[in-house]
């Protein structure tokens, strides 16, 4: 029997979900991801997410959101 993976916790503010990403991927990987994410009682989506927020805090470091928050606050500064 499989353990069940850690559900990420939030943190910070609640992530906007808006924005869509589409991922071309070989038909027998998405069959095997849709599988294991079914016996795990998650969604694919929650997979992607989660593998993109590893990447991101990887490169950028935990602290990434306020990062980029103070990037987006700098340049709606610049606008005025």
């Given at each position: 029997?499989?353990?069940?993976?850690?559900?990420?916790?939030?943190?910070?503010?609640?992530?906007?979900r808006t924005?869509?990403?589409?991922?071309?991927i070989d038909?027998k990987?998405?069959?095997?991801?849709?599988?294991i994410?079914?016996?795990?009682?998650?969604?694919?989506?929650?997979?992607?997410?989660?593998?993109?927020?590893?990447f991101i805090?990887?490169?950028?470091?935990?602290?990434?959101?306020?990062?980029?928050?103070a990037?987006e606050?700098?340049?709606?500064?610049?606008?005025?």
């Amino acid at each position: 029997s499989r353990s069940r993976p850690q559900q990420p916790r939030s943190q910070g503010p609640v992530e906007e979900r808006t924005a869509r990403l589409s991922v071309l991927i070989d038909p027998k990987k998405k069959a095997a991801l849709e599988a294991i994410c079914r016996q795990d009682d998650i969604t694919p989506s929650q997979v992607v997410r989660q593998l993109i927020r590893s990447f991101i805090e990887a490169r950028l470091g935990p602290d990434w959101r306020d990062q980029m928050l103070a990037t987006e606050d700098e340049a709606a500064d610049l606008e005025i």
